[in-house]
């Protein structure tokens, strides 16, 4: 009977909060996607907080500072969301450092130049807005809610990032080739944070069902291609794609093939940086466990 009225609620998009009912698989589904969300969130804040003591002027330092702390607060907002689920942050960030938890495929890559830094915000903040927007439309109540104030800073977050690669697009040749070299090698890495083909996709299926997903991945896969594409013609950057082309037919960008041997080899932790990433981690983990103790502590003395 539970399983009738669930889904009837989630039929009248009625949202599913921590104190409803739910089946098991929908409360094990949302652990998954919302704990490598949070984790793919924290680890995404290596890649470009590498750049902050070298960013080429203290504005540029000021606006790079500003959206890696952002990232930090949306992975608290999500493992916060994730928690209601009945899951500890102990037990989450235990699940990423044994490698049971997965992150997004994309941070596994080394950022080698400035201009990889507006790559960055521009197409992977970019993926994530166009992700994240459909997900301000999830059925579970916490998750909606974090998306709606996470999708407000992913919008300053992708800007920074274009105009910097606007600027170094316009800017002397080498500053060109930098960014079209950024370009070469986030592109593809960039629209595989989307997932596998939804044919290839074993968990879209209960995502849509259940409302956690509102478009599948192939769907926003071609919505963040075609929005991408007339950004860098802009800007005169070339994306790395020769069979990219419109289909007026379509009304969408016709693409190539993604090479998903080297997608399911990063996500299974052979990739440039997984390695590195990791053991980041592992180390800022480890020397902050003070800061958790004393602050329990604290909590602890304050309730007694
Ligand atoms: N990197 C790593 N693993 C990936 C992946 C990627 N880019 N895409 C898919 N996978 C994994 C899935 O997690 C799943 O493995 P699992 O069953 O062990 O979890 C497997 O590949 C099959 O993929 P599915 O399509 O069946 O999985 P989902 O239905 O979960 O779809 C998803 C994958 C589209 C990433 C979905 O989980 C999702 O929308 N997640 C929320 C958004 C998110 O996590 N974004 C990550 C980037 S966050 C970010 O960029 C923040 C920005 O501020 C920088």
Redesign the pocket.
Known sequence: MSEIIFQERIEAEKKIEPKNWMPEKYRKHLI??IS??AH??II?MQPEGEWITRAPSLRAKMILLAKVQD?AG?GLYLYSACETLGISREELVNQLHNQEA?Y???FNYPTLSWADVGAIGWL??GA?IV?QVS?QRTSYGPYSRGMVKICKE?SF?QRQGYEIMTEMARGTKEQKEMAQDALNRFWWPSI?????HDSD????GN?MKWKI?RQT?DELRQSFIDKTVPQAEIIGLKIPDPDLKWNEERGHYDFGEIDWDEFWNV?NGNGPCNDQRLKHHKKAHDEGRWVRDAAKAYAKKISN
């Open positions: 998954r996607q490598q969300h793919s969130e995404g990232e949306h997965k997004s495929s994309i992977v903040d994530a992700n997900l992913e977050h595989m944070m989307f997932g596998p996709s074993p968990n879209s995502a997903k991945n996500v």
